[in-house]
């Protein structure tokens, strides 16, 4: 199969639209061609295109800052001379100065198909910038890595936020191309938009979403492969509690643990609460030291997800599910447990972290109340996950 990247490089009719055009790229370091070459120097090496500016989103163009909330400063690119303006620095949308340095943007970002990964509301700043400035955007689609299934709550109203772009799941299902169509409808924005399709992607076919064939590289410091990719939608909850979420090891984002937990104990009444929810994927028991972050130099005991292997079942898996079970699971065995990490999230000091990622209360009031069961976190969660489904079915363009 082809991403849209590589459609773009070896097919010149596709380009043709470019010929004469300023041509800017929004990039990441995952943004490369099947021979990893990466984008920008694929690009630069066209002679009808006329580069003169890229962005980088949140971790930089060069995917160097580690954390959230670390910015990005701009720069000039010293190999091809030209600005590279941070979209997580100084500012997170696009200035006029920045606007003015192009004509098309080509935005090639490889998402996890979920909607606290900042990247999506960065497409959504950009696509309104080029309405307000006459621009023309064009997304060189890659694949969701967690495939088509739905997830989750919908954002709700008055929780938007830089990791909360508009009322969607937190698993949504769709293609940065799709989503690009879905912000434009939602948003009502008038804008000259293009999605270089890929060719051949199947979210049904071997790899469930990320095809067998290719290289995955990181598209932020803690997305190393993609069980984390898979695993996302729930375990990205566990940043805003004070249980790890495995940075500083070797697995981000695939695993959650603490000094003075009992992982067994946990594993045992998931098993007990909700065992469906369970499903497609192994647990296991696992001992950890973060070298950085939270619990930094003290062992942990936890669980590690493994959404991977002949134990996967994609359309089984469910990962924010399967999260939100093992922190109810923690409330129910430990009492009184300072699950909630009270901190500034994503540059939202008001309210809880917690909620920030999830886009309002609900979840959390579910976790906390002793009393609440599997059907009432179904009841909440289950007819957003069909609305939601519904309403992007005729955007899927594969």
């Not at 967690?146 to 936020?161: K, N, Q, Y």
């Not at 804008?191 to 590289?217: N, S």
């Not at 296991?284 to 062992?299: D, Q, S, V």
């Amino acid at each position: 199969m082809k991403f849209g990247i590589d459609r773009l490089i070896e097919d010149a009719e596709l380009r043709k639209p470019l010929i004469g055009k300023r041509v800017a790229l929004l990039a990441h370091p995952a943004s490369v061609t099947h021979n990893l070459t990466h984008s920008l120097d694929a690009l630069a090496s066209l002679d009808e295109i006329d580069l003169t500016a890229a962005f980088g989103p949140q971790h930089g163009l060069r995917g160097d800052k580690q954390d959230n909330m670390i910015e990005s400063p701009d720069f000039d690119d010293p190999v091809h001379g030209i600005p590279v303006f941070s979209l997580y620095g100084e500012v997170r949308r696009p200035t006029g100065q920045s606007m003015s340095t192009f004509d098309v943007i080509l935005i090639d970002l490889q998402d996890l198909g979920c909607r606290i990964y900042t990247f999506i509301t960065t497409l959504r700043y950009m696509l309104e910038a080029a309405a307000e400035h006459g621009k023309t955007v064009w997304v060189l689609d890659r694949p969701n890595p967690a495939g088509r299934p739905i997830e989750g709550t919908i954002l709700e109203d008055g929780w938007e936020s830089f990791v909360g772009a508009g009322p969607m799941p937190m698993r949504h299902g769709l293609t940065m191309g799709e989503m690009g169509h879905w912000l434009i409808r939602h948003f009502n924005l008038d804008v000259d938009y293009k999605v270089i399709e890929m060719d051949g992607w199947q979210p049904e076919g071997p790899g469930f979403g990320w095809p067998e064939d290719r290289i995955w590289i990181n598209p932020s410091p803690n997305a190393p492969n993609v069980n984390m990719a898979r695993a996302y939608a729930g375990t990205v909850m566990l940043e805003g509690t004070m249980l790890s979420e495995g940075r500083g090891t070797t697995r981000p984002l695939e695993l959650f643990g603490a000094p003075d937990i009992d992982a067994r104990a946990i594993i045992a009444e998931m098993q007990r609460v909700a065992p469906q929810w369970l499903e497609g994927c192994l647990l296991r028991e696992i001992w950890f030291e973060p070298t950085f972050h939270k619990h930094h130099g003290k062992l942990c005991n936890g669980v590690q997800i493994h959404a991977e292997g002949q134990a996967y079942d994609h359309h089984a898996f469910r990962p924010w599910r399967l999260q939100a079970l093992a922190l109810k699971a923690i409330a129910a065995l430990k009492p009184g447990y300072e699950l909630w990490r009270d901190f500034p999230y994503e540059y939202e000091e008001d309210k809880l972290a917690f909620d920030v990622i999830n886009g309002g209360p609900s979840l959390r009031e579910w976790i906390e109340n002793p009393s609440s069961s599997r059907d009432d976190l179904d009841a909440i969660a289950t007819p957003d996950e069909q609305i939601w489904g519904e309403m992007v079915r005729e955007l899927y363009l594969y």
